[in-house]
């Protein structure tokens, strides 16, 4: 096991152990909407466990996780060794004594206030410590892979940056532009105010800054799951990469256009002008794009991979394709769910049509197929890849590897459309009983409260097996030699033009600029208002 | 760069798809003034119930006949819980909170406004028919969350169904 491994694999832990606490809390939060009369269940319970669960997932489970897999790329991908590996352990360590900080906050019961903490309600100031490290630690994770690159650029002048690295150092650099937004919110506004060393504080602001970190933050979930698809994929399904150029087409676009849209989750707030929400959405709608060319090249990748494997009709590529091997099922089916979840998408960011669905079920059903499937199963079927190759086992209980991915796929489609359909309907998200004291809206959802209960309880079953098959692989795999990790080959090399979507420090600036002239006036005209502030609150 | 049919094909269609996204919203609010709530007003939130803007809240018909309905969000109730408001005609919703960040929803309906303390949310609505509607706060507010609820009786228009 090498060194760069072991810091994965410790990075890939801390992921699946997250994972696995999240799941189990989701259980119960699937059912208790259902209005199940279960012994434990309590309104306290409930909000503790989706703080939990939205903070486990969304920022423990996926930030440790992309860590694991960039240490990887880099090594791999670059073929040297880290540069940086004692600030990648320090980062490890910072970032889980950061995890740890928050667990507690929420476990005690201190700090109910959901992943987004829009104050003014407000959590221990543990919860918000916690998270800064959280931060600080992917911070240094961000300097080891920029060093890494730095490095081996020294060593290789002219050669284009290998695919899988341009896409986990733009995955860096949407990371760091992204963070700004919620370092201030919590070391300027909150944190002084948790202590008391404030009185007040604008909720708006407050929200604003942690919208211009929350949509990014989307995008550094996604881009390491599209650099599996366009590199680790096609390798896996025995073919190559359809295109290079484009690839790095679309990894640029992301972090030209990944930041000035975060109005697009303000939609419904007062004090931010209609114009500048227009804005902003126009940016959101062509940030559908590289996602479009993104889902052709795959496919035409995944149709490579079918002819490569002796395919020769239309379509028959299909079933040639390797369907038992659980990381190209994880990521077919992810790819399938993030279709459906991107059609939402589109509906969410359309200006008018967001009021009918902004913070009812819809939208976590939205989520879950987005960072709850495109993401996380794509990472589920890396962790089965990567897994063996860290440690040197074979993966044990593949069998139960294999079906997993089917189970959440069905799974998620059933909890993911009842919630968007219960959503239409009007029932809000965030709720613990949708009883509404038996008003006639309410009763036209329970049928379909139900069916997202029964949805729950296969995803509940599939990450069950998924963490039985980590945990088994890590305690009791056979150790054998494992082949190295490998990335796809283009069909193509990349051409000379494609060196202009390699020069990042262009990009950056680009997305910088963009980013002064979506938030620049509104926040100026923001914090030129006569503004109350408003003091702490803990209704929990 | 060397870039095939197929995939030239597709990436102008996927444009053009955009393109006709971004001109349905750019037509929508410019013809048909269909835009968010983003009312600009702010107001002290521990003073509200004090303030004359939403004291007391509640329906107010003008002299002019617009019928404007304020509205106080507080943990874990809706001032006033029932709202009574004709059908047919523009109804403006002007809504704040005392405490925290709530959301107003009339469930079902795309009326719909994030309610912040130290803000005042407007947004206009028209009932078309006669009918009670349930108001859920849509935005988490602490343990009581899921108990905020408010009701919208339209009723027909005046001089209809005997009134
Ligand atoms: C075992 C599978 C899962 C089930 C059954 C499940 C179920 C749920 C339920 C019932 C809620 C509460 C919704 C509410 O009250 O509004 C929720 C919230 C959430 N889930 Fe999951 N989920 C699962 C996996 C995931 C995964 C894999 C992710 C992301 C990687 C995820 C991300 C979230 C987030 C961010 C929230 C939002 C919490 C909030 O609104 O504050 N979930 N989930
Ligand atoms: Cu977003
Ligand atoms: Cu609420």
């Known amino acids: 096991m090498t060194r760069t491994h072991r810091l994965a694999l410790a990075n890939l832990w801390v992921a699946v152990l997250a994972f696995g606490v999240a799941s189990a809390m989701a259980l119960m939060q699937a059912l208790s909407r259902a209005n199940l009369e279960l012994p434990w269940r309590s309104a306290k319970l409930y909000y503790l466990s989706v703080t939990a669960h939205g903070t486990l997932t969304a920022l423990v489970f996926t930030t440790f996780f992309i860590m694991a897999l960039g240490y990887v790329v880099a090594a791999r991908a670059l073929d040297r060794p880290l540069a940086g590996e004692r600030l990648g352990w320090l980062s490890f360590w910072t970032a889980l004594l950061g995890t740890l900080a928050v667990v507690a906050a929420i476990l005690s019961g201190r700090a109910t206030v959901l992943y987004t903490f829009y104050p003014p309600l407000k959590a221990h100031p543990a919860f918000y410590i916690g998270a800064t490290l959280l931060i600080v630690g992917s911070w240094g994770w961000c300097a080891v892979m920029l060093r890494s690159y730095r490095a081996w650029r020294r060593e290789n002048l002219s050669a284009p940056v290998p695919l899988a690295m341009h896409g986990m150092l733009a995955t860096v650099i949407i990371w760091l532009i992204a963070t700004v937004g919620v370092a201030a919110e919590v070391l300027l506004l909150l944190i002084p105010w948790s202590l008391g060393l404030t009185r007040t504080v604008d909720p708006l602001l407050a929200r604003t800054l942690f919208w211009y970190f929350g949509h990014p933050l989307v995008y550094f979930w996604l881009l390491p799951a599209y650099v599996v698809w366009y590199t680790v994929l096609p390798k896996a399904a025995g073919g190559k990469l359809f295109s290079d150029p484009l690839a790095r087409l679309v990894f640029v676009m992301f972090i030209v256009l990944s930041t000035p849209v975060g109005f697009h989750h303000q939609f419904m707030d007062p004090g931010i002008s209609a114009g500048w929400k227009l804005f902003h959405t126009v940016n959101t709608l062509w940030i559908l794009f590289p996602s479009f060319v993104t889902a052709f090249t795959v496919i035409a990748s995944l149709e490579v991979a079918g002819r490569m494997r002796g395919a020769t009709g239309l379509f028959d590529w299909i079933k040639t394709l390797p369907w038992g091997d659980p990381l190209v099922s994880s990521v077919v089916l992810s790819m399938l769910l993030f279709a459906i979840g991107g059609f939402g998408g589109a509906v969410n960011a359309s200006f008018g049509m967001n009021a009918m669905v902004h913070n009812t079920a819809w939208v976590q059903g939205h989520f879950h197929l987005t960072v709850g499937s495109a993401v996380a199963l794509t990472f589920m079927g890396v962790a089965y890849w990567l897994l063996p190759k860290l440690t040197g086992r074979n993966l044990e209980l593949d069998l139960l590897a294999r079906v997993q991915p089917y189970l959440w796929f069905v799974g998620m489609l059933l909890f993911s459309v009842s919630n968007h359909v219960t959503g239409l309907l009007g029932m809000p998200r965030r709720i613990y009983d949708a009883s509404y004291g038996g008003s006639a809206i309410a009763e036209s959802w329970r049928a379909l409260t139900g069916l997202s209960a029964v949805g729950g309880l296969l995803l509940f079953a599939s990450a069950g097996f998924f963490m039985l098959v980590m945990i088994g692989t890590g305690l009791a795999g056979k150790k054998a030699p494992q082949a190295a990790v490998e990335f796809a080959e283009p069909l193509e090399p990349p051409g000379p033009r494609a060196a202009l979507f390699d020069r990042l420090g262009l990009w950056t600036a680009v997305a910088v600029v963009l980013v002064i002239a979506a938030y620049g006036y509104p926040l100026v005209r923001l914090l030129a208002m006569p503004r109350f502030g408003s003091p702490p609150f803990t209704p929990f | ?163």
């Open chain 2, 1 to 163: 760069m060397n870039v095939g049919l197929y995939e030239r094909i597709w990436m102008w269609a996927a444009a053009a798809i955009i393109a006709v996204f971004v001109g349905v919203i750019a037509v929508s609010t410019f013809a048909y003034a269909v835009r968010p709530p983003s009312h600009a007003e702010t107001i002290a939130p521990a003073q509200v119930l004090a303030d004359p803007r939403f004291s007391p809240p509640g329906v107010v018909v003008d002299a002019g006949g617009n019928v404007e309905v304020h509205v106080v969000l507080l943990m874990f109730a809706f001032l006033p819980a029932e709202i009574r408001v004709p059908a047919g005609r523009p109804v403006t919703f002007r809504v704040t909170s005392a405490d925290v960040t709530h959301g107003f929803q009339i469930s079902g309906t795309n009326a719909n406004t994030m309610v912040l303390p130290g803000y005042v949310s407007q947004f206009t609505y028209t009932f078309e028919h006669p009918g009670e509607h349930l108001v859920v706060c849509n935005e988490y507010c602490g343990l009581g969350h899921h108990t905020m609820q408010a009701k919208v009786i339209v009723e027909p228009p005046a001089g209809e169904a005997g009134r």
